[in-house]
C-alpha cells in the first residue's frame, strides 16, 4: 500500500540534494566554528557563505540574518528581544498587536509578555477566510505601539495575509513589523524590502530541508536582547555552538524551494484544487476553510459536520493516507482549532475540520484514492455521531462574520 503523506504543514521530507549537502559537513567540515584551526575556519567559512546565498534570496544584508534552532525560537526571539530591548532603553512602548488566528509560538510568546514584562497586547479578529484586515492593524495602533506581528501565510488554512499593506502602515507609523514566514517560504516571495517587514521568521523543516535550524531577518538598526547567552555566536545574537549541516541543508533547500517555486506553485494549486472540488461534491455538508483563492497552493483545510476530525484522521491513517485535523504543535489537545474558531465557525462543527497539505511528492492518483476511500469513512462515522449540526447553521454563521 502507497504510503500517501497529506502533512506537508507539519513538516517535509528532507529532499536529496539537502541530505546530500549536510552530509558534507558531518564528517568532512565538521570542525567547530569558533576554533581557529583550519577545519573550524572551513566551517565558519561555510556558514558564511549559506548567509550570503540566504541574504540574496531576502533581499537583505547577510548580517541581517541570524540561525535560530527552528520557527518557535526564531518568533520568541523577534517578540521577547524587542521587548526587552524597549524596556533596556528606558522608552515606555509595550504594546503589540497580532491575530486570533497567529500560531501559537506567538500567541503563547504575548501571553508570556502581557504576564512577566507588563505588555499590553491586542488581538485582531480575522474575517471569514482567516485574513486579517489593514484597517483593524492600523486602527488599533496607539501611542505605546511598539511592535505588528502578523504571519505571512497561516499553517492551519492556509490564506495569505495581505503583508506588504500591513507593512507600509507600520512604517508609516514608526512601528516595528514582524512576520511569521514559515508556512510561505516555499511558495511567495521572501523579498523583505517588497514585504516592508523589520523582522521575518522562516524555519528549514517546511522547505525539504532539516528540522531544528531556523533564522531570524533583522533589519540593521534594530535592537534585540538575546534570548540565549553564552559564547557569544552570531554577532552576540544566539549563543552556542552552530548547527552548520542544518544551517547548509537550509540555505540549499531555500534556494531549490525558492528557484522551483512558479512551477511547484502550478502543480500542487491544480491537485489542490482538485482534492477541495472533489470533497465538496462527493460528501454532504462540508466547507473550505480559508480564502478560496488567496492561499497557498498546497493547502486544502475542509469542514466536515458531524464528525470528529480526529476520528477520520484515524481511520484514513489505516488506508496509508496520512492528515491532520491542525497545527501539529497542538496535536495533543482535543481543542477544536483556534484558527477555525476565528473565523466565525461554531465549536460543533470546528471539531470536524481536517488539513490536508500537498507536496512534492503528491500524485494526481494520490488525491483519487483520498476521494475514493473519503465518503465511505464519513459515512460510518457519521452513522455513529450523536451530532447532526444543520449547515445553514453554519453558512449564517459564517455571513455574520
Known amino acids: 500500500m502507497r504510503e500517501i503523506y497529506l502533512d506537508n504543514a507539519a513538516t517535509t521530507k528532507v529532499r536529496p540534494e539537502v541530505k546530500e549537502e549536510m552530509l558534507k559537513y558531518l564528517d568532512i567540515v565538521y570542525g567547530n566554528p569558533g576554533s581557529f584551526h583550519g577545519i573550524g575556519l572551513d566551517a565558519k567559512d561555510a556558514i558564511e557563505d549559506a548567509r550570503e546565498r540566504i541574504s540574496k534570496i531576502l533581499n537583505c544584508k547577510s548580517k541581517e540574518i541570524v540561525f535560530t534552532g527552528g520557527g518557535t525560537e526564531s518568533i520568541n526571539f523577534a517578540l521577547k528581544g524587542i521587548v526587552k530591548a524597549m524596556k533596556k532603553s528606558g522608552k515606555e512602548k509595550n504594546h503589540i498587536i497580532t491575530a486570533k488566528s497567529e500560531h ?27 485574513m486579517v484586515n489593514p484597517k483593524d492593524v492600523e486602527d488599533a495602533i496607539k501611542e505605546n505601539t511598539i511592535l ?10 492556509g490564506t495569505i495575509n495581505p503583508i506588504e499593506n500591513i507593512g507600509l502602515i507600520a512604517r508609516k507609523n514608526n512601528i516595528y513589523f514582524h512576520t511569521d514566514a514559515c508556512q510561505a517560504a516555499g511558495y511567495c516571495s521572501l523579498d523583505v ?9 522562516v524555519n528549514a523543516s517546511k522547505l525539504y530541508g532539516p528540522k531544528g535550524v531556523g533564522l ?13 547567552h553564552g559564547g557569544g555566536q552570531e554577532r552576540n545574537l544566539r549563543s552556542g555552538t552552530e548547527n552548520v549541516s542544518g544551517i547548509m541543508g537550509f540555505a540549499k533547500a531555500l534556494e531549490l524551494a525558492q528557484s522551483e517555486k512558479e512551477n511547484e506553485v502550478l502543480i500542487l494549486t491544480k491537485l ?5 472540488d472533489g470533497v465538496l461534491e462527493r460528501v454532504p455538508k462540508t466547507f473550505l476553510n480559508g480564502h478560496p483563492t488567496k492561499r497557498l497552493p498546497n493547502n486544502a483545510n475542509v ?7 480526529e476520528a477520520l484522521t484515524l481511520y484514513l491513517n489505516e488506508y496509508g493516507i ?21 473565523t466565525g465557525l461554531p465549536y460543533e462543527a470546528a471539531h470536524g475540520s481536517i488539513r490536508f497539505t500537498l507536496g512534492r511528492e503528491t500524485t494526481e492518483a494520490d488525491v483519487d484514492k483520498v476521494l475514493e476511500v473519503l465518503p465511505g469513512i464519513v459515512k460510518i462515522l457519521r452513522q455513529i455521531s450523536p451530532v447532526n449540526v444543520a449547515a445553514e447553521h453554519i453558512i449564517e454563521a459564517r455571513r455574520q462574520k
Open 104 to 130: 501559537h509560538a506567538v500567541l503563547e510568546t504575548c501571553e508570556y509578555l502581557k504576564k512577566f514584562e507588563n505588555c499590553e497586547v491586542t488581538y485582531l479578529d480575522v474575517d471569514e477566510y482567516g
Open 148 to 157: 505588528i506581528t502578523i504571519m505571512y501565510a497561516n499553517n492551519e488554512i
Open 193 to 201: 524590502e517588497q514585504l516592508n517587514v523589520d523582522m521575518m521568521t
Open 216 to 228: 531570524l531577518y533583522v533589519k540593521q538598526g534594530i535592537q534585540l536582547i538575546p534570548l540565549i
Open 272 to 276: 489542490r484544487d482538485k482534492l477541495v
Open 303 to 309: 469542514t466536515i459536520l458531524d464528525i470528529e476530525g
Open 322 to 342: 496520512f492528515t491532520s485535523t491542525g497545527s501539529a504543535c497542538t496535536s495533543q489537545t482535543l481543542d477544536p482549532s483556534h484558527v477555525v474558531i476565528a
